[in-house]
């Protein structure tokens, strides 16, 4: 059975700080990963990763995969009270088939 | 539409009724999904379409959960039989297709009494 973990399950920083959110993975033929935010209810893209060792960029955000360990990091620098979320992680195995982790949840305090 | 539309928002229903929940994908989305949500948990998968067929629906729980997609457009989600572990939140997401990036909709919560 296909596993994606998530850590922490949550955690509180304050504005200003620089977060690092964890993936790891064991899933049957891996084809991608995805970050997902979900601040109410849909949630909304942020990455997808499917090379190694290659890092996406946008603004603040930025994440990178490891498939030899079998992991991806999302990190957020110089965090704002909207980065209040909780991020998803997915994964897609053989046959396309999708796994999401539980989910980090991340509050930012003024 | 300009998103994943879901409706109704809210349902409340009584345990062993039938309710539907629909969905709207993004105009010309071919791919599909349905997830179903409990609080402190990642989305779990339930079905996925591929024009109007099922391609995967390895996820529905048992045969209470049937899920339709007659027009290779909208969807809707059925349950029969209602369960009070039923409740919970459900998304719908599309995509251009399986490999690529999905747009969730708002999601309908489902409250089972």
């Known amino acids: 059975e296909d596993k994606v973990v998530q850590s922490p399950l949550s955690l509180v920083v304050h504005e200003g700080d620089t977060v690092t959110l964890n993936c790891s993975y064991e899933v049957t033929n891996f084809r991608s990963l995805l970050w997902y935010k979900q601040e109410k209810k849909a949630p909304t893209f942020l990455f997808m990763l499917?090379?190694?060792?290659i890092e996406k960029k946008s603004g603040r955000l930025s994440s990178i995969l490891d498939k030899k360990e079998l992991f991806s990091i999302l990190n957020i620098t110089a965090t704002q009270t909207g980065d209040s979320a909780v991020y998803l992680c997915?994964?897609?195995?053989?046959?396309?088939?999708?796994?999401f982790g539980k989910g980090i949840t991340l509050s930012v305090r003024p | 539409g300009a998103g994943v539309s879901q409706t109704p928002s809210n349902k409340v229903t009584e345990k062993g009724k039938y309710v539907e929940l629909r969905c709207d994908p993004i105009?010309?989305?071919?791919?599909l999904y349905w997830y179903r949500q409990s609080l402190g948990q990642g989305p779990e998968f339930l079905i996925y379409?591929?024009?109007?067929?099922?391609?995967?629906d390895s996820g529905l729980p048992n045969d209470r959960f049937f899920a339709v997609r007659p027009e290779g457009s909208v969807s809707t989600l059925k349950i029969q039989r209602t369960e009070r572990g039923d409740s919970a939140v459900y998304l719908c997401?599309?995509?251009?297709?399986?490999?690529?990036?999905?747009?969730f909709g708002a999601g309908t919560r489902l409250s089972v009494l």
């Open positions: 997915q994964v897609a195995g053989a046959n396309s088939k999708l796994t």
């Open positions: 105009s010309g989305h071919t791919a």
């Open positions: 499917t090379s190694s060792g």
């Open positions: 997401a599309s995509s251009t297709d399986r490999e690529n990036i999905q747009y």
């Open positions: 379409f591929q024009g109007t067929g099922a391609a995967d």
